[in-house]
């Protein structure tokens, strides 16, 4: 199955988050299909950057979110 989940990147304790779309059984810092996005949680607010269009392409041809990716952009 198709996911769109968070791949981690940076370095250690200064995490930085890509959106990418991945075949759920990869690991977390696996292989990606596409990269759509990334997330930065320790700026000042949360910086959230993704293609949205991107991002209903795949939710209409079947990959699901996590619960993390969900949060973050605002999807159902």
Same mark, same amino acid.
């Given at each position: ?11 250690k304790? /200064?995490? *930085? +988050?890509?959106? %990418? ?5 990869k ?7 596409e990269?759509?996005?990334?997330y930065?949680?320790l700026?000042?607010?949360?910086? %959230?950057? *993704? ?5 209903? +392409?795949? /939710? $209409?041809?079947?990959a699901?979110? $996590?619960?993390?990716? /969900?949060?973050?952009?605002? $999807?159902?």
């Open positions: 199955m198709t996911v769109v989940r968070l791949t981690r990147m940076g370095r304790k /200064k995490p *930085f +988050y890509r959106i %990418v779309v991945t075949d759920s059984r690991k977390r810092d696996g292989g990606w299909i990269s759509i996005g990334h930065n949680p700026s000042d607010p949360e910086i %959230v950057k *993704f293609d949205e269009e991107r991002l209903n +392409y795949w /939710k $209409s041809v079947g699901k979110l $996590s619960d993390r990716v /969900k949060r973050i952009t605002g $999807s159902k």
